[in-house]
């Protein structure tokens, strides 16, 4: 069971980047899919989370109205569109994956069981 997160770089404000978590050895159609980022000196947060029917979503009010999660089930993949990228963007971003339900607007990391090894997402002024 594996989750490969990629799709991070440098970019700058204004700029867009789209990450990818791969899933393998499991199907992501079954599991809730977190995204969560940690900046240098902080706590790690909630970004957006996905549930496993893919009928709800919810964001980071930071993110809210810039960022999309989505899925793609033949390429048992979910993806996070983000647009609009500012300075504070800028952190290693997580995805992970868990059987609860647990997708809310908390988008809390407590109970997501496996993580994918994190993206730099790095956004210049």
């Known amino acids: 069971v594996q989750l490969q997160a990629s799709g991070g770089g440098l970019v700058q404000a204004g700029g867009s980047l789209r990450l990818s978590c791969a899933a393998s050895?499991?199907?992501?159609?079954?599991?809730?899919i977190g995204w969560f980022r940690q900046a240098p000196g902080k706590e790690r947060e909630g970004v957006s989370c996905i549930s496993s029917s893919g009928g709800r979503s919810y964001y980071a009010e930071s993110v809210k109205g810039r960022f999309t999660i989505s899925g793609d089930s033949d390429r048992n993949t979910v993806y996070l569109q983000m647009n609009s990228l500012k300075p504070e963007d800028t952190a290693v971003y997580y995805c992970?994956?868990?059987?609860?339900?647990?997708?809310?607007?908390?988008?809390?990391?407590?109970?997501?069981?496996?993580w994918g090894q994190g993206t730099l997402v790095t956004v210049s002024s």
């Open positions: 050895g499991f199907t992501l159609d079954y599991y809730a």
């Open positions: 992970a994956s868990t059987g609860w339900d647990i997708c809310n607007r908390r988008i809390s990391s407590v109970s997501y069981d496996y």
